[in-house]
């Protein structure tokens, strides 16, 4: 059974740039949570994806945005990057749906805006 | 809305002592309760967690009570090794909240031998 998995592992982008970070989930599945993680800081919500569709937004603006796929891997989105977006990104999978199922995360996406 | 405070600051040790971290929360209903823990240049893993009042989660000789009373999860472990620094998280997830975890903000721990 594969774990989560998540690509890149490093990052650097300059301010005012676009970034794509992706996602495969665990075997089987079907809910992917996004989180950020600040230096320093314990991760932070951004959204969820259940059956292709966001289900559920933290406290992000909407330059933050996802997709999810049909085989269950997902990308986070980030537009119009700024220095505070730098921070650690993970995701994690989970089956059952959004109201159940334990989280598996993935090792993240260190993500540095210069 | 939901939210965990953990202690303040790094929490330094020397091996074989006893290990304490203090987590409360604060939510609505009846979450349920996790802690995590984050080795250096990885992701985060589920250490233990308790899903009602008064269930007791454990795991590698941590342990954790769901206090409703007091609203507080703390972790403990007897005699913590070298292998045990890393980084805890407190974490609650609400039924009502699709399944979001929402987390403290973390305690490094550093075991000195």
């Known amino acids: 059974e594969t774990g989560v998995t998540q690509s890149p592992t490093h990052l650097i982008k300059t301010r005012g740039q676009q970034v794509t970070l992706r996602c495969s989930s665990q075997?089987?599945?079907?809910?992917v949570s996004w989180y950020q993680q600040a230096l320093g800081q314990g991760p932070q919500f951004i959204f969820q994806y259940y059956r292709e569709e966001e289900n559920g937004r933290g406290n992000f603006p909407p330059r933050f945005s996802g997709l999810q796929f049909p085989n269950y891997s997902s990308e986070l989105n980030v537009n119009a990057l700024e220095l505070d977006d730098s921070a650690l990104y993970l995701c994690?999978?989970?089956?059952?749906?959004?109201?159940?199922?334990?989280?598996?995360f993935g090792p993240g996406t260190r993500l540095t805006v210069t | 809305g939901d939210s965990v405070t953990q202690m303040e600051g790094p929490v330094t040790l020397s091996e074989e002592a006893f290990l304490t971290i203090n987590c409360t929360y604060t939510?609505?209903?009846?979450?349920?309760l996790f802690w995590y823990v984050q080795y250096p240049g990885e992701g985060l893993q589920l250490l233990l967690k308790a899903t009602k009042a008064d269930d007791k989660g454990s795991n590698k000789g941590f342990e954790a009570t769901y206090r409703k009373e007091t609203t507080s999860f703390h972790l403990e472990k007897g005699s913590v090794q070298v292998s045990d620094s890393a980084v805890y998280f407190c974490a609650l997830r609400n039924r009502r909240g699709n399944n979001r975890l929402a987390f403290g903000k973390g305690n490094q721990v550093v075991v000195i031998p």
């Open positions: 075997s089987g599945h079907n809910t």
């Open positions: 994690a999978s989970s089956l059952g749906g959004p109201d159940s199922g334990e989280q598996y």
């Open positions: 939510a609505t209903g009846y979450p349920s």
